[in-house]
């Protein structure tokens, strides 16, 4: 599992948001905290980085094993990613929470697309609308899906 990522920005500094770009981009996971926002969080910045105030400031793992990281460039992000478990650029381990955060908002679009299934079923079996010979295939394919959900919203 790679070590926890957290990165310490300001709202307005170009370099914090091309260094979350680049994490986006590579879908690195991150605790991303705003100094701005948070005092305790902008007093640690300070005491890491010397006095200044220098963002962003990554810490990528844990007490047992820390790499602080103060404005770094794509090389070095990458290679310390690299360094510390991560794949830049692959989907990232996932914890089991994660997962089922996940499996979560799946079931929610599940259920949203039966929903809308079961409306174009009931508009193709109620009303005089004629609909494309492909679309009515294909709810003929999905009937068994709907008519099981549709039991367990009554």
């Not at 680049?22 to 305790?40: F, G, R, S, Y």
């Not at 295939?137 to 709907?146: E, G």
């Amino acid at each position: 599992m790679p070590l926890p990522l957290t990165m310490y920005g300001a709202t307005h500094c170009e370099d914090t948001q091309h260094v979350r770009e680049q994490l986006t981009a590579w879908l690195i996971p991150l605790i991303d905290v705003n100094i701005d926002h948070d005092a305790a969080a902008e007093q640690f910045v300070i005491f890491i980085n010397g006095g200044q105030r220098r963002t962003p400031t990554l810490v990528v793992g844990s007490s047992d094993r820390k790499t602080i990281l103060t404005e770094p460039g794509d090389d070095l992000l990458k290679a310390t990613l690299l360094d510390s478990g991560y794949a830049p650029g692959y989907p990232q381990p996932r914890s089991a929470t994660d997962d089922a955060t996940l499996l979560k908002y799946i079931l929610f679009d599940i259920r949203g697309c039966l929903s809308a299934l079961s409306g174009i079923a009931m508009l193709a079996r109620d009303s005089k609308v004629n609909l494309p010979v492909s679309v009515t295939n294909w709810l003929k394919k999905w009937q068994p899906a709907i008519e099981t959900w549709q039991q367990t919203q009554d």
